[in-house]
């Protein structure tokens, strides 16, 4: 089976603090993504990335940053943890050029900054 | 701006009746719709998809009808079950691309009793 490990389940931050989120996948995927579920929102793409220490901005980029320095290993990074990026933070990966066998979803981090 | 439209936010079936959930899109690119299934704790798994060039998929007791000229679609879920509670997404892509964006509605919580 394809896993999609997320580094933490549950994290609480203060705000201010350099947050990094932490993502691993085991099946050679050339496609990662970092997503922000929010209760009515869906998920919203943050950044992704389609080879190595390659990325490109999502729909919300603003107040992120990634690193994909391996293959298998993309990181989100929230430079400086703000309120409003309280939230579940989901990692997929994908095969390049098989959209149609969709998305390997990690199990989430569930993100506070208090 | 959700460029997939998703409703209704919650859902409560009784078990053994039908769930309906439906989405709407604008950018007539869009030629890959699938449906995530989400249960709590876990990250969101490909349920089942369509591409435009057929109106109905069937998977055991999912169905996705596809409206081409109305830009719609549907997730329909017979004979209900309390598994089946769980959040689901529908989404939308290009495809095929390299790097397979997705872009997914806003999710809906479908609660059946028992």
């Known amino acids: 089976d394809v896993k999609v490990t997320q580094s933490s389940r549950y994290l609480v931050k203060r705000t201010g603090e350099k947050v990094f989120l932490e993502c691993v996948q085991d099946?050679?995927?050339?496609?990662m993504f970092w997503y922000r579920q929010d209760p009515g929102l869906g998920l919203r793409l943050i950044y992704f990335s389609y080879d190595v220490k390659m990325k490109e901005k999502g729909d919300i980029p603003e107040g992120y940053s990634v690193s994909r320095e391996k293959k298998e290993r993309f990181s989100l990074i929230l430079e400086s943890a703000s309120t409003n990026q309280t939230s579940m933070y989901l990692c997929?990966?994908?095969?390049?050029?098989?959209?149609?066998?969709?998305?390997?979803f990690g199990s989430g981090t569930r993100l506070t900054v208090v | 701006q959700q460029q997939v439209k998703q409703s209704p936010q919650s859902l409560i079936v009784q078990k053994g009746g039908i769930s309906i959930i439906n989405c709407a899109y604008e950018n007539t690119a869009f030629d890959y719709f699938p449906w995530y299934q989400q249960f709590p704790g876990k990250g969101p798994a490909l349920l089942i998809a369509i591409r435009p060039d057929v109106s109905e998929k069937k998977e055991g007791r999912f169905t996705i009808s596809f409206n081409k000229s109305a830009k719609q679609f549907s997730l329909h879920i017979m004979d209900s079950q309390p598994g089946d509670s769980a959040t689901y997404f529908c989404?939308?892509?290009?495809?095929?691309?390299?790097?397979?964006?997705?872009?997914f509605g806003s999710g809906t919580k479908l609660n059946v009793k028992p």
């Open positions: 997929a990966s994908s095969l390049s050029g098989q959209g149609w066998y969709g998305y390997t």
């Open positions: 989404a939308a892509s290009i495809s095929p691309t390299d790097f397979n964006k997705f872009y």
């Open positions: 099946m050679d995927h050339e496609n």
